[in-house]
């Protein structure tokens, strides 16, 4: 299997010049992605849920009160300022940006992973 899809890729990439390589690699690889190499290796589980109901209720109970500023989460609103100006000095040192530019973070992505809820990031 693997040496066919090694084959795949070469006639792949060969076959048209307009394919992107990242994706004839994955096109190449594909079967082994959906193939079980080993016959004695457990069938994937179900899928099942992994949403906690009364976690959905609490939050969506707190929703409307999320984006006041003056709520109950005042204080995270109110940390924002600061946060931002240390993301922004930090980031702007480590990749040589102008941090009083009126764009210091352009040519960069983000990606917010546990913000807590957007607060920081909206």
């Keep these: 299997m693997f040496l066919r899809s090694l084959y ?10 307009n394919i992107n390589p990242k994706h004839a690699v994955l096109a190449a ?38 984006w006041d500023v003056e709520g109950p989460f005042k204080p995270l609103h109110v940390m924002n300022p600061t ?16 941090p009083f530019s009126a764009k210091p973070f352009e040519g960069l992505k983000f990606v917010d992973v546990g913000c807590g809820g957007g607060i920081l990031s909206e």
Excluded at 33 to 56: C, F
Excluded at 83 to 98: I, T
Aim: glycine share 2%; proline share 6%.
């Design 83 to 98: 946060r931002l100006a240390f993301l922004r000095s930090s980031l702007c040192r480590h990749f040589g940006k102008d």
């Design 8 to 17: 795949r890729l070469k006639n792949l990439s060969r076959s048209s010049s």
């Design 29 to 66: 690889f594909q079967p082994l992605l959906h193939n079980r190499p080993y016959a004695n290796s457990p069938q994937p589980a179900a899928a099942s849920s992994s949403v906690n109901r009364a976690e959905l209720a609490k939050f969506a109970a707190i929703a409307d009160s999320w």
